[in-house]
């Protein structure tokens, strides 16, 4: 069974970081694209960063130079590393995964299994 858990969420003051992780389970990572979402209220869910089975990495414009997508193979998880944030990442972040992603990696839809989402705000 996949299993998709987030952590590393919270208060941030804006300018500072945070370390986002994404644990799984049911599945390996050499086999499988895990991208990072984010929904702020009354927003639609954006697509922060991706890292498809290849190791090949995506970025939304929002965020791109700020944010790092790293996995970790041995524990099976990914790591988004957030620096410089700013009050509008404030949202709730969500991981998940799919074994046959397409050429967009941010299309929602292409996903099969996601996370309970980790909470980010950024204020001061």
């Known amino acids: 069974q996949v299993q998709l858990v987030e952590s590393g969420g919270g208060l941030v003051q804006p300018g500072g970081s945070l370390r986002l992780s994404c644990a799984g389970s049911?599945?390996?990572?050499?086999?499988?694209?895990v991208g990072w979402f984010r929904q702020a209220p009354g927003e639609a869910l954006e697509g922060v960063s991706c890292v498809r089975e290849d190791g090949s990495t995506y970025y939304g414009d929002s965020v791109r130079g700020r944010v790092c997508i790293t996995r970790d193979k041995v524990k099976n998880e990914v790591h988004l590393q957030m620096t410089k944030l700013r009050p509008e990442d404030t949202a709730v972040y969500y991981c998940a995964n799919t074994d046959n992603l397409g050429s967009t990696w941010h299309d929602i839809y292409d996903y099969d299994y996601w996370g309970q989402g980790t909470q980010v705000t950024v204020s001061s």
């Open positions: 049911g599945f390996i990572l050499d086999e499988i694209s």
